[in-house]
């Protein structure tokens, strides 16, 4: 099946309601047989702000259909306009009971690893243009992604991921470089952000998942191919594009 752009959504859609379809969108998915692997923050960096125009934290759903196994194969066929962008992912050992205050809520009491990682956008919207309802209501362009070695998150790597140097790699060339530190400051204050935001667009977060914390750097077109996320002392993630 060929994946086609669609025209964005008329203008006004009120946020709450972007959530609401983007649940829907995703109810989809699971009616079908998917289980969700997790969850993911978009626009926490200011290169993401400046690439897409959108200056709001987002959140997004990834299901276990849209996970690469580290080195694996992503089919290009099956995507319209697909980027990449480096990520770092966190894994979440406890359930977040979110129905409490959120002073309440330690989610880095609860989240017991840390990933270098890979995501590969597809924007369903033509020429990749969106406003913020728009990427919403579009779970937030998500596409696949890719997760490298998994670290224990001592204390020693929570300070360090304050500022670790992050390289999009393609074919061996650096293609964008960063810093851990421009995700909302500290990867680990995108997480603390993700909380309130869970609360109020009903985002479960459940024993098991996969948090993303948003691009560092601008995404790259996707094209055939070697792309790899390169992070500072956590390592490698990465994925060959091609068409299948
Ligand atoms: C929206 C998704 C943003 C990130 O890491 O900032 C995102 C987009 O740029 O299409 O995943
Ligand atoms: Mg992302």
């Not at 752009?5 to 009120?14: D, K, R, S, T």
């Not at 500022?163 to 074919?171: G, H, K, N, R, Y």
């Not at 990867?187 to 948003?214: K, M, N, S, W």
């Amino acid at each position: 099946m060929r994946a086609e752009a669609v025209p964005q959504l008329p203008p006004g859609l009120p946020l709450a309601d972007a959530y609401r379809i983007q649940h829907a969108v995703v109810g989809r998915r699971l009616e079908r047989g998917e289980r969700l692997a997790g969850t993911k923050l978009g626009m926490t960096s200011r290169a993401k702000m400046a690439q897409m125009g959108i200056s709001e934290v987002i959140c997004g759903q990834i299901t276990d259909a849209m996970a690469v196994p580290d080195g694996g194969a992503v089919d290009l066929a099956r995507l319209i306009h697909p980027r990449v962008e480096p990520e770092v992912a966190f894994r979440l050992a406890r359930d977040i009971d979110l129905t409490g205050p959120d002073a309440e809520v330690d989610i880095l009491a609860c989240v017991d690893a840390v990933a270098p990682g890979l995501e590969i956008i597809d924007s369903r919207y033509a020429d990749f243009r969106f406003s913020l309802p728009d990427v919403v209501a579009d779970n937030t362009s998500a596409a696949f992604f890719v997760v490298g070695p998994w670290w224990a998150l001592d204390e020693a790597t929570r300070e360090a991921l304050g500022d670790l140097t992050v390289e999009l790699v393609i074919d061996g060339e650096v293609a964008e470089r960063g810093s851990t530190g421009e995700i909302l400051g500290h990867p680990l204050d995108a997480l603390r952000a993700l909380v309130p935001l869970a609360r109020e667009r009903g985002f479960p977060l459940t024993a098991g998942q996969i948090l993303l914390a948003g691009a560092a750097t601008a995404a790259a077109p996707l094209r055939p191919g070697r792309v790899q996320a390169r992070v500072a002392r956590l390592g490698i993630a990465s994925a060959v594009a091609e068409y299948a």
